[in-house]
C-alpha cells in the first residue's frame, strides 16, 4: 500500500486488527464502526474468548493461527512502549483520563487499578507512587 488510504468499515476482530496492521504501512488509514468500539452486539462482544491452537476441518489456517498468537503478544508489547500502563491524565489539566495497556496483567489488577482510576478521574484523589504507569513518563 503505498497511496496512504484506506477506509475499514466495521472494526470488530478482523477489521480492528486489519487497521492496526494498515497504520503500520501508512499514515492515512481511518476506521468506522457502526456501534462503540468493542461493544457487546458484534461477535466478538462478551467477556470471554478461547485461543485455541486447533483449526477444524482446515489444517491449511495453521500458520494463521502460529502467526496470529505471535501478533496478540506484539499487540500486547505495542501497547505502551514500555510496557507499562498509562494511568491517568493524558496532560495536566485535560479532562481526558486514560486507563489502559495493561497488557497480560490487566485482570488481575482491574479491581485496584479501578479504585485508582475512579476518584482520580473524577479529580476527588490523586495516588502517589505511580510514575511508571502515568503518561506524562514520556514527555
Ligand atoms: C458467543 C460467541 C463466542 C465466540 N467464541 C469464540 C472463541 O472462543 N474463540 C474464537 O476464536 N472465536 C470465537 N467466536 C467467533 C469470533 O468472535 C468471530 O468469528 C469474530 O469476532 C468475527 O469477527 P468479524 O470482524 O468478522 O465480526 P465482528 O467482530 O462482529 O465485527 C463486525 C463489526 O462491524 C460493525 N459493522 C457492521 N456493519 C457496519 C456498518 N455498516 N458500518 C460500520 N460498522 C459496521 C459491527 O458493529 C461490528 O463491530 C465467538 C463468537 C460468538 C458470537
Not at 86 to 92: N, V
Not at 93 to 105: L, P, Q, W
Request: aromatic share 10%; charged share 20%.
Amino acid at each position: 500500500m503505498t497511496d496512504g488510504k484506506l477506509a475499514v468499515v466495521g472494526l470488530g476482530s478482523i477489521g480492528s486488527m486489519a487497521l492496526w496492521q494498515a497504520s503500520h504501512l501508512s499514515d492515512s488509514v481511518t476506521g468506522f464502526e457502526a456501534a462503540s468500539p468493542a461493544h457487546g452486539r458484534s461477535a466478538v462482544g462478551g467477556d470471554t474468548r478461547l485461543f485455541r491452537m486447533i483449526y477444524r476441518g482446515n489444517p491449511g489456517y495453521y500458520p494463521i493461527l502460529q502467526r496470529s498468537r505471535e501478533l496478540w503478544a506484539e499487540l500486547e508489547a505495542e501497547t505502551t512502549t514500555d510496557g507499562h500502563p498509562l494511568l491517568g491524565r493524558l496532560k495536566e489539566g485535560s479532562r481526558i483520563y486514560t486507563a489502559t495497556g495493561f497488557s497480560g496483567a490487566g485482570f488481575k489488577t482491574a479491581t485496584g487499578f479501578g479504585e485508582i482510576a475512579a476518584p482520580e478521574a473524577l479529580g476527588k484523589r490523586s495516588f502517589e507512587g505511580l510514575e511508571s504507569a502515568r503518561p506524562q513518563r514520556f514527555n
